[in-house]
């Protein structure tokens, strides 16, 4: 119930063409999806986050589809460079006081020249 | 956005002596931390719940005499790896929450022990 399961494990992409990472949640109460972006050595970072509300958000390159009714979720990282290699988790939790994340088990993305 | 500061970035010490790793909300008030555990190539693990002036929440299979962990002020929260041995090495980090959903994380602690 409180899995979070991502795919690809890893993804290697040309330069300026679109990353595509998934996942696909089991708890149908969690109603907070972010996606965090991490390199090697820290923390990871708040990339972009929806809510069940919506179907799509965008920022900037990076833009989270929803598609609450098959309890899925996915990231699209357009015209990928260089600098987005890093590992991305996506997660889940609920809304209100901070709560805990359940963390997909990461893609590993290389975006080569 | 907000700022969590994590310290050391890294620590190597000797097998049977403790470690502690701080973690601080730089430019807010954290009411929760997170601390996670991360092995190479893996996904992060969450170690325990911190709220500050309670005791802290540990997840099962976390050892919590072995992590100690203490969160005296809104501000810092530090985790207390007792005794530690070979298999604690690890990626340790920790989040903050302020009152959100939105969790902001620490540059994390690599602990080598020998």
């Known amino acids: 119930q409180q899995q979070v399961k991502q795919s690809p494990q890893s993804l290697i992409v040309q330069k300026g063409g679109i990353s595509i990472i998934n996942c696909a949640y089991e708890?149908?109460?969690?109603?907070?999806f972010p996606w965090y972006q991490q390199f090697p050595g820290k923390g990871p970072a708040l990339l972009i986050a929806?809510?069940?509300?919506?179907s799509e958000k965008k920022e900037g390159r990076f833009t989270i589809s929803f598609n609450k009714s098959a309890k899925q979720f996915s990231l699209h990282i357009m015209d990928s460079q260089p600098g987005d290699s890093a590992t991305y988790f996506c997660?889940?939790?609920?809304?209100?006081?901070?709560?805990?994340?359940?963390f997909g088990t990461g893609t590993r993305l290389q975006v080569t020249l | 956005g907000a700022v969590v500061s994590q310290h050391p970035s890294w620590v190597i010490c000797k097998s049977g002596t403790s470690v502690k790793i701080e973690c601080r909300s730089l430019?807010?008030?954290?009411?929760?931390m997170f601390w996670y555990r991360q092995f190479p190539k893996q996904s992060l693990m969450l170690m325990a719940t911190?709220?500050?002036?309670?005791?802290?929440?540990?997840e099962q299979g976390v050892e919590k005499d072995k992590f100690l962990i203490n969160h005296a002020s809104l501000t810092l929260s530090t985790l207390t790896v007792t005794s530690a041995h070979p298999e604690d090495s690890s990626f340790y980090i920790c989040?903050?929450?302020?009152?959100?959903?939105?969790?902001?994380f620490g540059s994390g602690t690599q602990l080598s022990v020998l």
């Open positions: 997660a889940a939790s609920f809304t209100g006081t901070a709560s805990k994340l359940t």
């Open positions: 989040s903050a929450g302020r009152g959100g959903e939105k969790l902001f």
């Open positions: 430019d807010f008030q954290a009411t929760t």
């Open positions: 911190s709220n500050e002036g309670s005791k802290a929440t540990y």
């Open positions: 929806i809510r069940p509300d919506v």
């Open positions: 708890n149908t109460a969690f109603d907070y």
